[in-house]
């Protein structure tokens, strides 16, 4: 079954640039859409965007101005960039497979990975 | 945007009784809701999607319900593994958007 695993480092300077990949083994890559989640510590979770290959992405506006999703179908991973973090942006970041149903769902998650902000 | 609110953030409960916890949608989401658990340091796992589908694998103790605004997450007999957080999130549009939690304890 598809199988999701994020890498990426895990401490960040402020302002600098949170860079998070996602891969994917088990299934094809260009079918469903693909998410990143996040989880501040001990608090709930917020949707950042998706992708759908080849490239269609959809962010949410709270963070738009600040987010990059991408796609890498050759390595069967996606990625994400988060610009000018600040340590409100330290969290958990899931990927997550989107079913391409409707209604759709997420299924299934990365594991998480921890992402500190910090000087 | 969507603001799910979910009640109550946290209950004790004691194994094997039945446990409700709702949700409600800040505008009509047809049956766009799925609800999740989550144990410690492990990442959220769908239970139920569309608002009432049981996900394969999914014990049957397992239901939901609910259409419009207001949905239902009951456990009909809690087990000891189900002691978890758990949380809905409305899929009708972007950006989607999840309920504050529910964190079910021991009692």
């Known amino acids: 079954q598809v199988q999701l695993q994020e890498s990426g480092p895990g401490l960040v300077k402020p302002s600098e640039t949170l860079s998070l990949t996602c891969s994917v083994s088990g299934g094809s890559i260009s079918n469903n859409y693909w998410n990143w989640i996040r989880q501040p510590p001990g608090k709930g979770l917020e949707w950042i965007g998706y992708?759908?290959?080849?490239?269609?992405?959809i962010y949410n506006p709270s963070l738009k101005s600040r987010v990059t999703i991408s796609v890498d179908t050759s390595k069967s991973q996606f990625s994400l960039k988060l610009t000018s973090v600040t340590p409100a942006d330290t969290a958990i970041y899931y990927c997550a497979r989107g079913v391409v149903v409707v209604p759709d769902w997420f299924d299934p998650w990365g594991q998480g990975a921890l992402v500190t902000v910090s000087s | 945007d969507i603001q799910m609110t979910q009640s109550p953030s946290s209950l004790s409960a004691s194994v094997g009784d039945r446990v409700t916890i709702t949700c409600r949608a800040s505008q009509t989401i047809s049956t766009y809701l799925n609800w999740y658990q989550q144990k410690p340091g492990k990442a959220p796992e769908v239970l139920i999607y569309a608002a009432s589908s049981l996900q394969s694998g999914v014990p049957s103790r397992f239901s939901g319900s609910g259409s419009g605004t207001d949905f239902t997450l009951t456990i009909s007999s809690l087990q000891p593994e189900d002691f978890a957080t758990y949380y809905c999130?409305?899929?009708?549009?972007?950006?989607?958007?999840f309920g504050g939690g529910t964190k079910v304890e021991i009692k």
């Open positions: 999130q409305q899929s009708y549009s972007t950006p989607k958007t």
């Open positions: 992708i759908l290959h080849p490239g269609t992405t």
